[in-house]
């Protein structure tokens, strides 16, 4: 009887000296294809662009081009932001203080900014509201004198 074969898996693709690599030319102001000239371990270190045959460090493509990455603000307008979030509340606002506690969704009014809801709790003091005008950062629970 065989043994039963195990399929090892298959290497990681390393990169070798020659190889074609995509890379960051800023000569090209691109992406394009470069020869590996040198590397260290798995990374290649210097770099030969196929297009404008400059030789320079190595970078990889996308990095330092984050435009859209981590924060997908969306680009709503504040008053838009307001009317959506006041679709969910329904009652009387409740009058806004700065010694009130507040949890999300909390329909509220200020004497200034008027009627707006919760939307974000910036720590135990701090809650952020959204008004017609855009989101404001309120104090609350401010019962406990602050900067003794
Ligand atoms: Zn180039």
Known sequence: MSP???TPPPPPK???VGDDVDAKCT???GVTKHIVL???GWKPTRVECHTCKGQHAFRAPGTA?????AKAAPDIPPEEQWKAVM?????????YETSGEYTLGI?????KFGEGVVI?????TVCEVAFEEGIKKLIMGSRRTPGS
Not at 107 to 111: D, F, L, S, V
Not at 120 to 124: E, I, K, M
């Open 87 to 95: 679709k969910n509340v329904t009652g009387t606002p409740r009058p």
């Open 107 to 111: 329909h509220m009014k200020h004497k």
């Open 27 to 29: 000569k090209c102001k």
């Open 14 to 16: 390393t990169i070798e």
């Open 65 to 69: 081009t984050r435009k859209t990455a």
């Open 120 to 124: 974000g709790l910036n720590s135990q």
């Open 38 to 40: 040198a590397k260290i």
């Open 4 to 6: 039963a074969k195990k």
